[in-house]
Nanobody, 120 residues
Framework: QVQLVGSGGGLVQPGGSLRLTCAASGGIFSNNPVNWYRQAPGKERDLVAAITRGGNTNYADPVKGRFTISRDNAKNTVYLQMNSLKPEDTAVYYC??????????????WGQGTQVTVSS
């Protein structure tokens, strides 16, 4: 089964850190950017960070300077290191990518989401 598997969420105190992982399973990342989104209760899903195959990155303003996206192409894995976490970072985090598998291109694949809760 071609899928993205997200992990690494949890409960953390304000100021703490978490690292999220997004692994491609059954396929490989295409040359398109891999993205992390988040969705808080009652809000729309927003782009948090993106990374190209070559390692160029882009961040949403609320997370600049605190979050770092990185990737290991050999492992088909993308990471989101989140530092100095704030309560407003609480959300379900989703990875999103285009994958290649068996000669096919699968657009707009989403991970299952991982909950991040920042609370004292």
């Amino acid at each position: 089964q071609v899928q993205l598997v997200g992990s690494g969420g949890g409960l953390v105190q304000p100021g703490g850190s978490l690292r999220l992982t997004c692994a491609a399973s059954g396929g490989i990342f295409s040359n398109n950017p891999v993205n992390w989104y988040r969705q808080a209760p009652g809000k729309e899903r927003d782009l948090v960070a993106a990374i190209t195959r070559g390692g160029n990155t882009n961040y949403a303003d609320p997370v600049k300077g605190r979050f770092t996206i990185s990737r290991d192409n050999a492992k088909n894995t993308v990471y989101l290191q989140m530092n100095s976490l704030k309560p407003e970072d609480t959300a379900v985090y989703y990875c999103n990518a285009q994958l290649h598998a068996g000669g096919w291109t699968i657009n707009d694949v989403w991970g299952q989401g991982t909950q991040v809760t920042v609370s004292s």
